[in-house]
């Protein structure tokens, strides 16, 4: 059988994982600069942990993990015979594979709730699993890089979340535009619409305005029973671009001023800063997930067709689920899995520093190999990547293989060499090729 995949997940080969490393790095240095702390949490949890906090579609989108040894052991016949799917799961999987970093993030922060000081400040980069349909950047398993802070309701987090989106981005040498809105705002124009008991209806139809335009967004509320006056009213606000004209429609919503104010307080921190990237306020921006209660962001690359490549916002009330109540926390994610695929389509990675191995030793004999193994430990002693080849073949063979490997120096040595000391160090770029000791060589390089 002809080995294969499963759609929705990916191979890295050495130069790409290489890049990918260039995000990580870069993203988890920014993290690290701000005062954030890593942790780490498995990559099953228990399905009740899952189930219940990404809506009716995330929770159709979970990985779900057999239960060991006989699985259909305790499974009611009648539910096996009337392919009840639900009645069914609950005997056969208890554990499922972790849907983002949030979630086991709040179970994270009740459990360790007496080892933590607040307010916490944390990163996570792990990889998350989604049982979605595969295509142009959408993967059943990518990395999240995930910063958060529970334990504060400041706004301050807020404008320091944003600009580690921009600083991040512009490390990256990636231009995107960083959506901001509050999920309050969102009540509230749910409330001036007399739909506040449909108000996920309404921003689930809302969140995919992008993909299916005004018209479809009207129609997924039609869908929802809600009325004509109330989808045109929320139509119109949708078209608003500024807080200030926004305050008109909400005379008689408080939750919705509450919204326009914390927009205010979030600005007075975050304009006192200059950014590289596209700031604005968006009120069409929903974050379909059910647990924001505040501010929500949302980020989008520039001169590329993408969905987003960054998300996240404030949630007063996710670790009340899990019993502990009244702890705010507020975060975003990176989508590494899009970034990549940004960069590479944009061709902007860095052209240098991307292969680990700085030089490959080529040994022309038996004795000259021993000879180029004692170099190879006294250059990786100075801390120089470096390899030799594994023997001592033809020239041709060894020459093929530093050209396949990409490696930008090489050294050769042979009986000459070893008898006067000089190596040969070649510039695999430009070909200059020089005589120098090992300790120049060393010199050199470091």
Request: glycine share 8%; net charge negative.
């Amino acid at each position: 059988m002809k080995p294969s995949l499963p759609k929705g997940v990916r191979d890295f080969t050495p130069d790409e994982v290489d890049k990918r490393n260039f995000i990580f790095n870069t993203i988890r240095n920014v993290f690290v600069k701000y005062g954030y702390r890593p942790i780490e949490t498995p990559v099953m949890e228990k399905l009740s942990t899952l189930t219940g906090k990404y809506g009716e579609e995330g929770d159709r989108l979970l990985f779900k993990v057999l239960n060991n040894g006989d699985f259909l052991n305790k499974v009611n016949e009648s539910d096996l015979s009337a392919k009840n799917s639900q009645a069914v799961l609950s005997s056969i999987s208890k554990r499922g594979l972790r849907y983002d970093l949030t979630v086991p993030f709040a179970r994270f922060v009740v459990q360790h709730q007496n080892e933590i000081a607040f307010p916490f400040k944390r990163y996570q980069i792990q990889p998350v699993w989604r049982a979605d349909r595969p295509q142009k950047g959408r993967y059943q398993e990518f990395y999240q890089c995930d910063v958060d802070v529970v334990g504060s309701p400041s706004l301050m987090y807020e404008a320091e979340l944003v600009q580690i989106y921009d600083e991040v981005f512009a490390e990256l040498g990636l231009e995107v535009e960083i959506k901001v809105s509050n999920r309050k705002i969102l009540a509230g124009m749910a409330e001036a619409a007399g739909i506040s008991d449909q108000f996920i209806d309404m921003t689930v139809a809302i969140d995919k305005l992008d993909k299916i335009g005004e018209e479809g967004v009207r129609n997924e509320m039609r869908k929802k029973d809600i009325s004509e006056s109330a989808i045109a009213k929320i139509m119109e606000m949708l078209t608003v671009t500024t807080l200030s004209e926004l305050e008109n429609h909400f005379e008689n919503s408080e939750i919705g001023r509450k919204g326009i104010e914390e927009m205010k307080t979030f600005h007075s921190y975050f304009d006192q800063k200059n950014v590289v990237n596209d700031v604005k306020f968006d009120i069409t921006l929903a974050r379909g997930l059910n647990y924001y209660t505040g501010c929500i962001f949302e980020v989008a690359a520039k001169n590329v067709k993408m969905g987003s490549i960054g998300g996240g916002g404030r949630y007063d009330d996710l670790t009340s689920i899990f019993g502990l109540k009244d702890v705010s926390g507020v975060g975003i994610s990176f989508g590494a899995a899009r970034i990549y695929d940004v960069m590479k389509e944009l061709d902007i990675f860095p052209k240098v520093n991307q292969n680990s191995l700085q030089v490959l030793l080529i040994a022309f004999d038996s004795d000259s190999h021993l000879y180029a193994f004692n170099c190879l430990n006294q250059l990786r002693e100075n801390g120089i990547n470096s390899d030799l080849y594994p023997e001592p073949s033809k020239m041709k063979k060894q020459m093929k293989y530093a050209d396949n490997i990409k490696v930008p120096f090489i050294i050769l040595i042979g009986g000459n060499e070893m008898e006067s000391g000089l190596l040969g160090f070649k510039n695999m770029q430009t070909g200059e090729q020089i005589s120098l000791s090992i300790d120049d060589i060393i010199q050199k390089l470091k």
